[in-house]
């Protein structure tokens, strides 16, 4: 039996993404072989606990998965235990708080509305709700402060540090929050969810490398990999904790299709073409910075070290809360990306001031710095001109003529 419906509705949503441009920071298309592992046999296996310490019979092969999974990841990200387990992100790190923290434990951490994430404290989501959180945020030039992230530290001394970040387009210095955090007595965890795949492609820092005690991190934004997460340590008493918190603490049967996808993904990010690939995203989201300022666009921060780009639209239009607006007339003219919070925000969550952007997408199908110059100067004729119809179907139609120009290529495959 072949249920139409929804394989019309596949084709549907592949013929869009092959159609427009998806800049969603937080998206990436994956390999082949990392969609035949997630389609393949391994969803049928239900494999409650660890190798070799296994719930369940008939786990030799799934046991032999995930030890390849975990050293796959230890090789990648130069670090001596991993849980490869979790199922996203936010579970992920609410694993890593379960295993260093009590209810009640004040941590601290990037504000949501400065470009943190929503298990950074926000009131509304577990971690608000369970733990003290204290936010630190950005300058007036779109910056992290790190001596006013000090003087919180000294002030609140918490039990961790957060660093980590979904809309922070400049690069973390992992070795000052070490500083901070050694001055108060406090552990140190980074999120690095958006750029974990510029860290092990070599661009940006490896906070292990500034001995960081707890990382987490999906893989599916720019390390290119199925839509999960893991955790990862250095210290062998805090990875007990962890694999605690994950199973049997939050979890039951891991999803053992998605970690044989895991350790595809980890393979490929550890080729020469992946390191390439890290190094054209944030020379794309680069030029796409420089030459969206060119055309009057005002940047958080004015500018990018990473893969993704925050739009000021209130210094850029005059006028709050116009994200919304923006984004579905983007979306008209055929150019996929979200609306957004900017620091100091003056509208709401559901209707800000900001639009964000990214790199990874594009650059996995080919995308270079010639056409993000083309895609900055339509991305602004629509920004300026957002009620206009006309403007709209005119850069519709100049998006699909860019994207049918651009041979659309596989990421890197095993």
């Known amino acids: 039996m072949t249920d139409e419906i929804i394989f019309e509705l596949i084709k549907e949503e592949e013929k869009r993404q092959n159609t427009t441009l998806n800049m969603i920071a937080s998206e990436n298309q994956v390999s082949e072989n990392i969609l035949k592992a997630q389609g393949s046999c391994l969803q049928n296996k239900y494999a409650e606990g660890y190798p070799n310490k296994r719930y369940y019979?008939?786990?030799?092969?799934?046991?032999?998965?995930?030890?390849?999974a975990i050293n796959r990841a230890k090789e990648l990200f130069n670090c001596k235990y991993v849980n490869v387990q979790?199922?996203?992100?936010?579970?992920?790190?609410?694993?890593?708080?379960?295993?260093?923290?009590?209810?009640?434990?004040?941590?601290?951490?990037?504000?949501?509305?400065?470009?943190?994430?929503?298990?950074?404290?926000?009131?509304?989501?577990?971690?608000?709700?369970?733990?003290?959180f204290v936010s630190y945020g950005v300058d007036e030039t779109g910056l992290l402060n790190y001596d006013e992230i000090k003087k919180l530290a000294i002030k609140h001394k918490p039990k961790l540090i957060v660093c980590g970040f979904t809309a922070y387009p400049r690069e973390v210095d992992f070795e000052k929050f070490k500083e901070i955090a050694d001055i108060v007595g406090a552990k140190t965890m980074a999120d690095i969810s958006h750029i974990a795949g510029l860290i092990a492609g070599g661009v940006h820092k490896n906070p292990f490398d500034s001995n960081f005690d707890i990382v987490t991190t999906t893989t599916h934004k720019t390390l290119r990999g199925p839509r999960s997460a893991i955790i990862m340590t250095n210290d062998e008493q805090l990875s007990k904790k962890i694999d605690k918190a994950v199973f049997p603490g939050l979890q039951g049967g891991p999803h053992m299709h998605t970690i044989a996808a895991k350790a595809i993904c980890f393979k490929e990010a550890q080729t020469?073409?992946?390191?390439n690939y890290s190094k054209q995203i944030v020379k794309n989201a680069k030029v796409l910075a420089e030459e969206l300022m060119e055309n009057k666009i005002e940047l958080v921060s004015n500018g990018t070290d990473n893969h993704l780009i925050l739009i000021d639209l209130e210094k850029t239009c005059g006028k709050i809360g116009l994200g919304k607006s923006v984004a579905i007339a983007l979306e008209k003219a055929g150019i996929i990306l979200n609306y957004n919070t900017i620091p100091n925000e003056k509208s709401t969550p559901f209707k800000p001031s900001g639009l964000r952007l990214g790199t990874a997408f594009l650059t996995t199908q080919g995308f270079s710095e010639i056409e993000?110059?083309?895609?900055?100067?339509?991305?602004?004729?629509?920004?300026?001109?957002?009620?206009?119809?006309?403007?709209?179907?005119?850069i519709k139609e100049e998006t699909e003529k860019l994207m049918k120009k651009i041979k659309l290529i596989n990421p890197i495959t095993a």
């Open 86 to 132: 979790p199922n996203s992100g936010s579970p992920a790190n609410m694993a890593a708080y379960f295993a260093i923290l009590e209810t009640g434990d004040t941590i601290l951490a990037m504000d949501l509305n400065n470009g943190g994430h929503l298990t950074h404290g926000c009131p509304v989501n577990f971690s608000g709700k369970l733990y003290n």
């Open 272 to 275: 020469e073409e992946f390191k």
């Open 372 to 394: 993000m110059e083309i895609i900055a100067k339509l991305i602004s004729k629509v920004i300026l001109n957002y009620e206009d119809e006309d403007t709209l179907f005119q």
């Open 57 to 68: 019979q008939g786990n030799i092969v799934v046991d032999k998965i995930e030890i390849e």
